[in-house]
Nanobody, 118 residues
Framework: VQLQASGGGEVQAGDSLRLSCAAS????????LAWFRRAPGKEREFVSG????????YYADSVKGRFTISRDSTKNTVYLQMNNLKPADTALYYC????????????WGPGTLVTVSS
């Protein structure tokens, strides 16, 4: 499975962005897909995840109510709609997938950079 994240950019606080993660290859092996981010000088952290079936979604407390994850099964693409962005959301955003529950996430790509200025 190959994942390609896109959609990052430079925005002002309060603005919105939509990130996309397009999956290709053996997508039938995907159990779940998630977004992670790494802010400058910080560890990588989980942001949001979705079961490939679309049945369940998960969010970090820091983004609940502002970010929405969704999946377009016809395009094998997962989106992260980010509203009311804050400077603290500035980070390199990655998507990754799991083949089964509790397994490690894999197929990390180069990510897409989100910069939020105040």
């Amino acid at each position: 499975v190959q994942l390609q994240a896109s959609g990052g950019g430079e925005v002002q606080a309060g603005d919105s962005l939509r990130l996309s993660c397009a999956a290709s290859g053996r997508t039938s092996s995907i159990y779940a897909l998630a977004w992670f981010r790494r802010a400058p000088g910080k560890e990588r952290e989980f942001v949001s995840g979705i079961l490939w079936s679309g049945a369940n979604t998960y969010y970090a407390d820091s983004v609940k109510g502002r970010f929405t994850i969704s999946r377009d099964s016809t395009k094998n693409t997962v989106y992260l709609q980010m509203n009311n962005l804050k400077p603290a959301d500035t980070a390199l955003y990655y998507c990754a997938f799991q083949e089964k529950a509790n397994s490690n996430f894999g197929s990390w790509g180069p990510g897409t950079l989100v910069t939020v200025s105040s």
